[in-house]
């Protein structure tokens, strides 16, 4: 909106400042966090009074869970309104890159919220079906996914190796799609703990933040041997809102949190990354950035595969990140100890950027 007043005035005078991504960026961060922080505890307050015991609790669960009953969540509804308000202000509202990554924010975020009002409603963890919601994610996944590469090709590009390694036409389709549905729900397999999920993709929408800006130049994409997506360095508006509306719910989500993400928050924050990814050719680099969620989702994956083939359970519960609970770490200490990873896997997957 801010973007369009600037043109429609010739970016004459203060306006001239809205020439520059960096300028956008800081708007955007600065209103999604002072948007999250200003309605964080009526909203909370709210979800409180219609939710009355809050979130259900799995009874299979580590036993130090059963204090947080009575926390409500649907807590992703304050990160929706607070990113959606950011972009629609400081985005330019011409590309298409930047309203196919809303569209998977949005799209989720309603999936998600459908899960945890059947969850709150029946008093269950199961949600919706399993079957039901993945086909929603990869409708909209497909959707998105067929806006994006009309804007940006199908060439697709790997870590280490300069320039496109090859033109894969109508697979990128299906590639986008799995990228996309893949990343929401391992962001959303991820969020167990306070604050777990919250600051990692925080920390991949920063390291993101910064791809999307030199994909989006076309000399330093040059220099670099990346792709480079004209209009991409726009997404980084995108990452800027996700980081401010992230750090303002985790004002409320740090432990003990007064209020959880659901997955109306995961959900919709996986597939944003998820989205911007592949908007910017770095699919595979958001498998590094964003190796904490790859790791929760792969433990998941490991435990049901041979537990029905054996019987026998690889960790004791999973996630992974349960796992060390029951190994006796405290739930601070683990969410701590993986943030600490987070960090760690996307400054390597930046490093890739010129490691080529």
């Known amino acids: 909106m801010f973007e369009l007043i600037a043109q429609s005035l010739d970016y004459a005078g203060p306006f001239n400042l809205f020439r520059y991504q960096s300028f956008r960026v800081g708007g955007a961060t600065a209103t999604a966090l002072l948007i999250g922080l200003i309605i964080g505890p009526k909203f909370i307050g709210w979800l409180r009074i219609k939710q009355g015991k809050g979130q259900p609790i799995r009874e299979d669960g580590p036993i130090t869970h059963m204090k947080k009953a009575g926390t409500p969540t649907m807590g992703g509804l304050m990160i929706l309104a607070s ?7 400081w985005m330019d509202l011409a590309n298409m890159l930047v309203w196919a990554c809303l569209l998977v924010t949005l799209g989720y975020g309603v999936i998600g919220f459908l899960d945890d009002y059947d969850k709150v409603r029946k008093r269950s963890h199961r949600g919706i079906s399993g079957k039901t919601r993945l ?5 909209i996944a497909g959707i998105a996914a067929w806006v994006i590469l009309g804007e940006v090709g ?4 790997l870590p280490f190796f300069s320039g496109p390694v ?11 799609m799995v990228v996309i549905v893949g990343a929401g729900n391992a962001v959303n397999l991820t969020d167990g703990l306070d604050g777990l999920a919250t600051m990692p993709v925080i920390i991949a929408a920063m390291a993101f933040m910064m791809i999307v800006y030199l994909v989006g130049r076309a000399d330093y994409a040059g220099y670099l041997g990346i792709a480079h997506v004209p209009g991409a360095g726009n997404l980084a508006v995108v990452c800027a809102s996700i980081v401010g509306a992230g750090l303002a719910f985790l004002w409320f989500n740090a432990p003990p949190a007064a209020v959880f993400m659901g997955d109306t928050g995961s959900l919709a924050l996986g597939g944003a990354l998820g989205a911007i990814a592949v908007a910017a050719h770095h699919e595979i680099v958001l498998a590094i950035v964003g190796g904490l969620f790859v790791l929760e989702a792969a433990s998941v994956i490991i435990q049901v595969f041979f537990y029905k083939r054996t019987g026998r359970r690889v960790f004791k519960m999973a996630p992974i990140h349960h ?7 405290s739930e601070p200490t683990v969410v701590i100890r993986f943030w600490i990873i987070a960090f760690v896997l996307a400054l390597a997957g930046l490093s890739t950027l010129k490691l080529r």
């Open 166 to 176: 090859a033109d894969i036409g109508w697979l990128y389709l299906p590639f986008a």
């Open 135 to 139: 086909a929603a994610e990869f409708v």
């Open 83 to 89: 990113v959606t308000t950011a972009l629609l202000l």
């Open 154 to 157: 199908t060439d697709l590009y």
């Open 323 to 329: 796992h060390f609970e029951q190994m006796g770490w």
